[in-house]
């Protein structure tokens, strides 16, 4: 059969040959790309295109209805002793709407104000001035004016909260996070990139080239979102998968030129054989990860099309960089990448006794630590499979038990005082927070207080309810207090009586959303599209790896091996975040569930991740059994000569994503801790025990291909030199 040339070889060598030119497409691009983003703009999703079913439907028509709704603030005045009605309070009360009033920028203070059964608890409801929008920059004053009351009235709890107030506050704290976690992420890399190599330039060529990509990718977003708008955290989660990929196809590249080049081949060969090699298994992996990515397009949901959207964008400019700038690079710098700033350091002062080689066991490019590892694996393999299997479903197990929840204010974790208000407003008033909001066009008031009246008797509900007609007159939206906590089945049901019997008798053609609807529809979303999303993400990357390499076992089995990762990922994150193993450690405060979005997230993202590392080993495998090795002995060659890179690569993935577990929302911790638990998992248990393992015990029938596929192209891994070839191996009978 003729085999394919390799188009990452050709690239490659393209590049290497053509330096000066490939390094100009590239900043031309990168530089055009950050350059027309800026100036266009990122287009945000409006609030209704993160929503689902009937959810959606009534935020498309408030989006539609011309409401300018100013922003609403409260400021909550509590006493352990005295009542609404004693003085002291009454002088607080009084001083609280002087103080933000004298501030200007109060529009209306609601009267009157809603009172707690004991007395105890008040509200005192407000709007400001001018465009809601804007306001979170503005609110500072009355945050300043009502901490001056909190001052003069010692005996009270007097504290503000609202949309505004928790936008300052907490987008405050969340960008504070980021800030620090990006600075973190860098210095981390290149620490790990340093120790890797050992050599300044091969440390900080992967991280500039990861952030060229990641700077080109966001440009790349701003165009592509003038068609299919994102939520504001794509760019954060960008910088995430970005920053990881991009390191470690990098990685990939460097570490296999490094070898050849201490073969002894020229520059420009080991140059074509990196390409050739870890270049197609970056391609390969890059597809993949893109294809799994492309399965959040199919949830219909706003947040997860905006996330495939940017991080195919961030992928697939990382994958582009690395087959065309890297070469390039490589071959303007030479040898120079290898000039040595750490290893020789501390070879030098510990006399030659320690090197940083011999820490990780990696000599003549072969690991000495998993080839130790290695050895009692494959010499019993099924003792292998049997531990490592139990292992790894004993982590799945509790993923059974995931429960997903909506984000709520105590996804808040630290020391934040507005966090602590609107739970205790919530305490005071149930339901008052998050009341469901019924959306009609073209209201007919006595239709409306039928159904105001039949709410209040279902017993589901409670006081307020307010109707907001919009100003051309011809939409309705009804707010009703909606009772329990809003994310339990007292909640539910409520939100069901109200679609299910209480609309259809009074309002029919009405929609529900607000906090409690919108979690359910997204779950029911969710329900309706798993299945949908699991089969295309696992179909389109078995049938990449079948036509990579060749073999029906291998594709079927890093299938298999990436959802028991994915699973135990699962496990990890019910016994952390779910059941509170670690509270102490992490320094969060569980709250029984898992961000609802999170599990179809991580499966994404990790299948795609995992897929990295299984491509790259198996390559190397595949390249040594074409070369000849029977396929023992290609297992434990492949396993031993990506050991180096492989446990880099996922050291900085583990750190880079762990730095997600520092910040102070506990969906990104949530977020931090799967990624790197699983990426760890992944990197140890599976790569280095399960697959070699399972490769051992099937032996030739790994390569098994039926005949009927014997028209599937055969695609080179290796580097084609036919002089290196050894003796052909002598393939037993499958029988």
Request: charged share 20%; glycine share 10%; aromatic share 6%.
């Amino acid at each position: 059969m003729v085999r394919n040339r390799n188009i990452a070889a050709r690239v490659g060598g393209w590049s290497a040959r053509h330096r000066w030119w490939a390094l100009l497409i590239w900043v031309a691009f990168v530089a055009g790309a950050t350059l027309v983003g800026s100036a266009v703009g990122t287009a945000e999703m409006k609030s209704y295109e993160s929503a689902n079913g009937d959810s959606r439907a009534a935020g498309q028509i408030l989006d539609g209805a011309g409401y300018v709704d100013p922003a609403g603030e409260v400021v909550f005045v509590q006493s352990t002793e005295l009542t609404t009605d004693d003085p002291a309070f009454q002088r607080a009360i009084d001083d609280v709407k002087r103080s933000i009033t004298a501030t200007g920028l109060v529009d209306e203070i609601t009267s009157p104000a809603p009172v707690t059964a004991d007395g105890r608890t008040t509200l005192i409801q407000f709007t400001m001035k001018g465009d809601a929008d804007t306001a979170a920059d503005r609110v500072q004053p009355l945050l300043d004016a009502v901490d001056g009351v909190q001052a003069r009235h010692p005996g009270l709890r007097v504290e503000q909260a609202g949309g505004a107030s928790a936008d300052k506050l907490i987008g405050e704290a969340i960008d504070e996070d980021f800030v620090r976690a990006e600075q973190l992420s860098l210095p981390i890399t290149l620490g790990i990139l340093l120790a890797a190599f050992g050599a300044i330039l091969a440390a900080v060529i992967p991280v500039a080239l990861a952030l060229t990509a990641i700077a080109a990718a966001t440009g790349l977003l701003a165009l592509t979102s003038q068609f299919l708008a994102v939520d504001a955290a794509t760019t954060n989660v960008m910088l995430l998968i970005g920053l990881a990929v991009g390191v470690d196809y990098s990685l990939f590249y460097i570490m296999r030129e490094r070898e050849e080049r201490a073969k002894g081949r020229s520059k420009q060969r080991a140059i074509e054989i990196a390409a050739g090699t870890s270049g197609r298994a970056v391609l390969i992996s890059g597809i993949t990860v893109i294809v799994a990515m492309a399965g959040m397009f199919l949830t219909g949901n706003g947040i997860f099309m905006g996330f495939a959207e940017g991080t195919i964008l961030v992928v697939l400019t990382a994958v582009v960089g690395s087959l065309t700038a890297l070469p390039a690079l490589l071959s303007l710098i030479g040898d120079k990448v290898d000039a040595r700033a750490f290893h020789g350091t501390v070879r030098v002062l510990t006399r030659g006794r320690v090197t940083w080689r011999r820490i990780l066991g990696v000599r003549g490019g072969e690991s000495r630590v998993w080839g130790a590892i290695l050895r009692p694996v494959l010499r019993h393999p099924i003792v292998s499979v049997v531990v490592a299997g139990g292992l790894m479903i004993a982590l799945a197990v509790p993923g059974l038990s995931l429960k997903p929840g909506p984000q709520t204010i105590d996804e808040l974790q630290g020391d934040y005082k507005i966090a602590e208000t609107f739970k205790a407003i919530d305490k005071a008033f149930p339901g008052g927070n998050e009341p469901a909001v019924v959306v009609v066009q073209n209201p007919d008031t006595a239709a409306i207080e039928r159904l105001k009246q039949r709410a209040l008797a279902s017993g589901h509900f409670n006081e307020p309810v307010t109707v907001d007609v919009n100003p051309r007159g011809d939409v309705a939206r009804i707010s009703i207090g909606v009772k329990g906590t809003g994310t339990d089945a007292v909640s539910e049901n409520a939100i069901h009586e109200l679609r299910d019997t209480i609309i259809p008798a009074t309002l029919p053609g009405a929609h529900v959303t607000g906090s409690t609807a919108g979690s359910m529809d997204f779950n029911d979303q969710m329900s309706a599209t798993r299945p949908l999303v699991f089969g295309f993400v696992l179909l389109l990357a078995f049938v990449l790896l079948l036509v990579s390499f060749r073999s029906l076992v291998v594709a079927v089995k890093a299938i298999l091996l990436n959802l028991l990762s994915v699973a135990a990922a699962y496990g990890v994150l019910v016994l952390v975040f779910q059941w509170g193993y670690g509270e102490s450690v992490i320094g969060f405060q569980s709250t029984g569930t898992i961000t609802d979005w999170l599990p179809m997230f991580l499966f994404v993202i990790l299948f795609g991740l995992s897929m990295d590392y299984h491509v790259f080993i198996l390559s190397r495998i595949r390249e040594a059994y074409d070369k000849g090795m029977r396929t023992e002995d290609a297992v434990a060659h492949g396993i031993r000569s990506t050991a180096g890179v492989v446990t880099s690569a996922a050291l900085i993935m583990v750190a880079v994503f762990a730095v997600f577990a520092t910040l102070s929302l506990l969906t990104f911790m949530q977020m931090g801790v799967g990624l790197a638990a699983a990426i760890l998992i992944d990197s140890t248990i599976v790569r280095a025990v399960l697959l070699p393992a399972t490769m051992r015990l099937l032996g030739e029938w790994n390569w098994y291909l039926p005949r009927w596929l014997n028209w599937l192209p055969t695609l080179s891994h290796g580097d084609d030199d036919e002089d290196e070839l050894p003796a052909p191996r002598k393939e037993p009978a499958l029988v």
